[in-house]
Nanobody, 119 residues
Framework: QVQLVESGGGLVQPGGSLRLSCAAS????????MGWYRQAPGKQRELVAV???????NYADSVKGRFTISRENANNTVYLQMNSLKPEDTAVYYC?????????????WGQGTQVTVSS
């Protein structure tokens, strides 16, 4: 089992940048596909970015070219660099870890960190 703790959220003006961190404990993240999701008020949780165990990345269309996901397995940490932030990026951002074990998908979530983009 892995525990996830997000940090780095806050209030930022449009056009600004933030870097979110997701610190893991319990297991090394090298065996997990790691992702960032977000949930805005009144909306469903959506995928923002994912990075595989091999380092391949995938992004939601709405953040392509602005956000970058990365992982440091040695530090057991995943990052989300967010640039050119827009008001519509305002949401609670959640870190996710998942892996398939004997055909069963096991998924873990952090508690979330609030990102507010506003002037």
């Amino acid at each position: 089992q892995v525990q996830l703790v997000e940090s780095g959220g806050g209030l930022v003006q449009p056009g600004g940048s933030l870097r979110l961190s997701c610190a893991a404990s319990g297991r090394n993240i090298s065996i997990y596909v790691m992702g960032w999701y977000r949930q805005a008020p009144g909306k469903q949780r959506e995928l923002v970015a994912v990075i595989t165990t091999g380092g391949r990345t995938n992004y939601a269309d709405s953040v392509k070219g602005r956000f970058t996901i990365s992982r440091e397995n040695a530090n057991n940490t995943v990052y989300l660099q967010m640039n050119s932030l827009k008001p519509e990026d305002t949401a609670v951002y959640y870190c996710n870890a998942r892996r398939s074990v004997a055909g069963t998908l096991r998924t873990y979530w952090g508690q979330g960190t609030q990102v507010t983009v506003s002037s």
